[in-house]
């Protein structure tokens, strides 16, 4: 699927994973396209499945949304049957922003938001900890936001 994207489609990219809220006018101008085959070209990668959504970034702070979570979660072995069910209530937890099947000691990484300490404790009280399928929770709190980006890094595509 790669070999389908050339020079004009990847800059496209790069610019609505930037910002994606400019039009296709301003988007044809940046890529040195017109207007009729720069839209064309951005439905094509929306049905090719290479733009799965344009979206606003919220400000977590802003909204206050001050603790970020990582917990590491291993299921118990005798509950493995159980996997289809904790990944659907996993997607149920707004307060779940993403969850990766893991290699190695635990089986899932999640990334939690909350308010405060004390929220994520009632997450996980109520919500987390109550899981059948769930054997051992290690929550890391995360102090500083050193980097965080959304945009891929287009340049190891070819």
Known sequence: MLDKL?????NILKILQT?????T?????????????CWRRIKRLEELGFIDARV??????????????????????????LLPEFEEEINAFPEVLE???????????LKIVTRDIESYEYF?????????ALHDVNSNVALTKVKY??????????
Not at 124 to 132: D, N
Not at 149 to 158: E, G, I, M, R, S
């Open 19 to 23: 910002d994606a809220s400019l039009n």
């Open 99 to 109: 969850c990766y099947t893991m290699m190695g000691e635990y089986d899932f990484l």
């Open 25 to 37: 006018s301003e988007i044809a101008n940046r890529v040195g396209l017109t207007q009729p085959p």
């Open 149 to 158: 980006t959304t945009a891929l890094p287009l340049h190891l595509v070819d």
């Open 124 to 132: 996980f009280r109520t919500h987390l900890s109550q899981m059948t």
């Open 56 to 81: 606003g970034l919220l400000n977590q702070k802003k909204l206050g949304l001050n603790v970020t979570v990582f917990a590491r979660v291993k299921l118990a072995a005798h509950n493995r049957h």
């Open 6 to 10: 050339d020079n004009y489609d990847r």
